[in-house]
């Protein structure tokens, strides 16, 4: 059986619908009728239905047309995954999870692929930032002397010293 492949589309974690169909063996026009119905569903019942597909178009090569296919979130392929039954329902539902898993993970630790050096420059510039912010933090919030004090206090447009 054919693997999924997860899209990253602006931090959200989705999967072609032309793929889930090939997958499960169905036609991608029978599938994209089940889809617009979970979600004619889901909007009469007040969910939000782009929490669970995107509508979406694609080209074939060589032809100018345009085609509707859906991009699925968990949550829609999880709906997909639940109308399913048998071997193929149920080698969907291990696919995608665990493809959804081994995205998350790879987006929760970006750094696992990289050396250790890498890792380390990385780690070292991330203390680095904040470091200069605390600093920058304490700069501007406190006193050192009464002589660097300021107030608030506006005489016109000029700031006052005590």
Excluded at 53 to 63: A, D, F, L, P, Q
Excluded at 68 to 89: H, I, P, Q, S, Y
Excluded at 149 to 160: A, I, P, T, V, Y
Aim: net charge positive; hydrophobic share 30%.
């Amino acid at each position: 059986m054919k693997s999924l492949t997860i899209i990253n589309q602006n931090g959200h974690l989705l999967v072609d619908s032309r793929e889930v169909a090939e997958m499960v063996s169905v036609r991608h026009a029978d599938l994209l009728e089940k889809i617009g119905g979970y979600k004619r569903h889901l909007e009469n019942g007040n969910f939000r239905s782009q929490d669970f597909s995107i509508h979406s178009t694609y080209r074939v090569e060589g032809n100018y047309k345009t085609y509707d296919c859906f991009l699925l979130t968990r949550k829609g392929c999880d709906m997909v995954a639940n109308k399913m039954t048998g071997e193929k329902g149920v080698h969907f539902t291990a696919s995608y999870v665990t493809k959804f898993e081994e995205m998350e993970r790879a987006i929760q630790q970006p750094f696992t692929g990289l050396s250790q050096e890498v890792r380390a420059i990385f780690f070292l510039d991330k203390k680095t930032q904040e470091i200069e912010s605390r600093v920058q933090r304490l700069e501007n919030n406190k006193t050192i002397d009464y002589g660097q004090q300021f107030c608030k206090m506006q005489q016109g447009s000029k700031w006052s010293r005590y």
